[in-house]
T-cell receptor, first 113, second 112 residues
Framework: GENVEQHPSTLSVQEGDSAVIKCTYSDSASNYFPWYKQELGKGPQLIIDIRSNVGEKKDQRIAVTLNKTAKHFSLHITETQPEDSAVYFCAASGITGANNLFFGTGTRLTVIP | NAGVTQTPKFQVLKTGQSMTLQCAQD?????MYWYRQDPGMGLRLIYYSASEGTTDKGEVPNGYNVSRLNKREFSLRLESAAPSQTSVYFCASSPDRYNEQFFGPGTRLTVL
């Protein structure tokens, strides 16, 4: 099956700085890569996703890049704010779709005011 | 819309006891999922239901059973709970299996 690795496990940034979280995957057939944000005591919530037919996607302060050749994808958050503090998970799914969604181990992001 | 709801929020069981975790969604989604979340291991898929009337095993199905009662409801049953099943359980749903999954608030289960 798919193996998704996520780094770093913890990340602290000053408010206004950028944050970057990186993930690698093993299955070259994977074609859907979502990013989820999980706040304390809540379920994960999708913040952005990308499919394998594009290399980059942006939504306001959040962007995701995908390098299919190297099998890695990254989440970029610019102008970080205290409310961005949470645990972020990357995931990858195989050719059969989101039934086979495999998650990374998470990154705890802390934005210091 | 309430989205995805789960009951109970917290549960403590003794080894060998059984229980059912309930999940319901009001978004008319076809696909539903059960995950467990353990520290340092992310979320792992236990079972899923691609559509009403079908269920399939995920990555970690041992010790669990599921029932897709109707389009709205997807339950997870532990027949004989073990300490290794101590975890936070999340239910999710999606319009179909190729799109965003919406997660419930989770059930924190402790097995003593």
């Amino acid at each position: 099956g798919e193996n998704v690795e996520q780094h770093p496990s913890t990340l602290s940034v000053q408010e206004g700085d950028s944050a970057v979280i990186k993930c690698t995957y093993s299955d070259s057939a994977s074609n859907y890569f979502p990013w989820y944000k999980q706040e304390l005591g809540k379920g994960p919530q999708l913040i952005i996703d990308i499919r394998s037919n594009v290399g980059e996607k942006k939504d306001q302060r959040i962007a995701v890049t995908l390098n299919k050749t190297a099998k890695h994808f990254s989440l970029h958050i610019t102008e970080t704010q205290p409310e961005d503090s949470a645990v972020y998970f990357c995931a990858a799914s195989g050719i059969t779709g989101a039934n086979n969604l495999f998650f990374g181990t998470g990154t705890r992001l802390t934005v210091i005011p | 819309n309430a989205g995805v709801t789960q009951t109970p929020k917290f549960q403590v069981l003794k080894t060998g006891q059984s229980m059912t975790l309930q999940c319901a969604q009001d978004m008319n989604h076809n696909s539903m999922y059960w995950y467990r979340q353990d520290p340092g291991m992310g979320l792992r898929l236990i079972y899923y239901s691609a559509s009403e009337g079908t269920t399939d095993k995920g990555e970690v199905p041992n010790g669990y059973n599921v029932s897709r009662l109707n389009k709205r409801e997807f339950s997870l049953r532990l027949e004989s709970a073990a300490p290794s099943q101590t975890s936070v359980y999340f239910c999710a749903s999606s319009p179909d299996r190729y799109n965003e999954q919406f997660f419930g608030p989770g059930t924190r289960l402790t097995v003593l």
